[in-house]
């Protein structure tokens, strides 16, 4: 017991070996004014660069994460319109052929990229001595830009010039496009717009007309700065010449034709059955409906209603003289207007006016066909007795 008692005090700190644990636990707590740090809650560098996407590293090369994600997550995506990407393909193929024609040389055309990007971001981006070419989409309202670089630029003109094929690309000159240079890479634009149009035909028809042709990317401002775009980038090798052409799109420029370019193939439409639509026509048009002929009609008090009892008449405005005009209800619809009349030895009901407004996408010659009506009275309006129920 008595060493026991002797261990027990060896470890109570004492009055000059202060507790250092509590001191540690202390010092770890706050410093004079209050203020608690946590160690366990601080966040390193690493940790940091993970939420911010290592926005301010030298790299680069470097992995969108963390924040990044986040603030480009209200961006749609290029992957979302596939058709786009089958647009540019149908682009290739057909400016591959044209400029074999307008150059008179080998060409080849790769599209390289296609990104999604905003439209500030992208011109902020673009080298000073690029051309920017204007062009509007008619049928959709709305502008676009192709872009040349110089390279791309100065062998067009080398090559329509009439520069000896074999000899080696010029020496890109530091100068403004002359006159007539600017009239030779105008017909490239326009050409390049023409199979473009043709491009787009599956999806919807479109004619795009060059407006201009700027050397500024601040005079050929399309959209807003933080508006989303579409950038496809284009590498045309000529011979021993090269450059690359970029076709910018905004993204509000497509709206016309957003659904179809979302889809994955030519022709997709998810949830439709043509089989089932002609036999649902076809029921319809076999289903029977009750039509009314209503000879006058006249308005009475509610308490006039109330106070009917048996043998009371209601006096109701007809006319004495024949023809009748009547009116054809169905369901409380009114349909045509129309002569009463007898035809072998039964009511009859010539329409003389149509009530209801006409069906484009239903036209008679369909409804005959699907023998709905007979095709002697295609016409609403014909002079034709139609069979009613004596009502």
């Known amino acids: 017991m008595a060493d026991e008692d002797e261990q027990g005090q060896a470890d109570q700190p004492t009055a000059d070996q202060p507790d250092m644990g509590a001191a540690e636990s202390a010092a770890t707590t706050g410093s004079g004014d209050g203020e608690t740090v946590d160690e366990d809650r601080a966040l390193d560098q690493s940790a940091i660069d993970a939420m911010l996407g290592d926005t301010f590293s030298n790299s680069a090369l470097r992995e969108e994460s963390g924040m990044e994600r986040i603030i480009k997550a209200g961006f749609v995506a290029y992957e979302r319109m596939p058709m786009l990407e ?6 290739v193929r057909f400016l591959s052929s044209t400029l074999r ?35 509007r989409a008619e049928q959709w309202r709305n502008y676009g830009l192709v872009i040349l670089d110089s390279d791309l630029s100065y062998a067009i003109v080398d090559i329509l010039m009439g520069a000896i094929p074999g000899r080696g690309a010029k020496a890109v000159e530091n100068r ?13 634009v326009v050409i390049t717009l023409a199979d473009l149009s043709e491009a ?11 407006e ?25 090798d000529m011979g021993d010449r090269s450059g690359n052409m970029e076709i910018v799109i905004p993204y509000a420029t497509f709206e016309p034709v957003r659904e179809k370019l979302a889809q994955q193939f030519m022709g997709e439409n998810f949830g439709s059955d043509s089989i089932w639509e002609n036999h649902l026509i076809s029921e319809i048009m076999e289903t029977s409906v009750t039509v ?3 000879f006058e009609s006249s308005s009475f008090p509610l308490s006039q209603i109330l106070a009917l009892k048996k043998g009371s008449v209601l006096h109701l405005p007809c006319k004495a ?22 035809l072998h030895n039964m009511q009859a009901v010539r329409i ?40």
């Open 86 to 91: 089958n647009v540019f393909d149908r682009l």
């Open 101 to 135: 024609g307008f150059t008179n040389d080998n060409v080849d055309i790769t599209m390289e990229d296609m990104r999604s990007l905003r439209f500030g971001d992208y011109m902020s981006g673009v080298p000073t001595s690029s051309l920017f070419s204007v062009f």
């Open 176 to 188: 403004p496009h002359t006159a007539l240079e600017r009239a030779l890479i105008e017909k490239l």
């Open 200 to 210: 787009f035909t599956p999806v919807g028809k479109v004619d795009l007309s060059f």
């Open 212 to 236: 201009r042709l700027e050397v500024s990317s601040s005079l050929a401002v399309i959209a807003r700065p933080s508006n989303a775009a579409i950038a496809a980038k284009f590498h045309i």
């Open 292 to 294: 009314s002929t209503v």
């Open 321 to 342: 003289d024949a023809p009748h005009s009547v009116r054809m209800e169905c369901d409380g619809t009114p349909l045509f207007e129309g002569t009463l009349g007898r």
């Open 352 to 391: 003389d006016q149509r009530l209801i407004p006409p069906e484009e996408d239903l036209t008679p010659e369909l409804l005959a066909s699907l023998g709905a009506i007979p095709a002697e009275h295609h016409m609403a309006g014909q002079e034709g007795l139609h069979h009613v129920s004596g009502k």
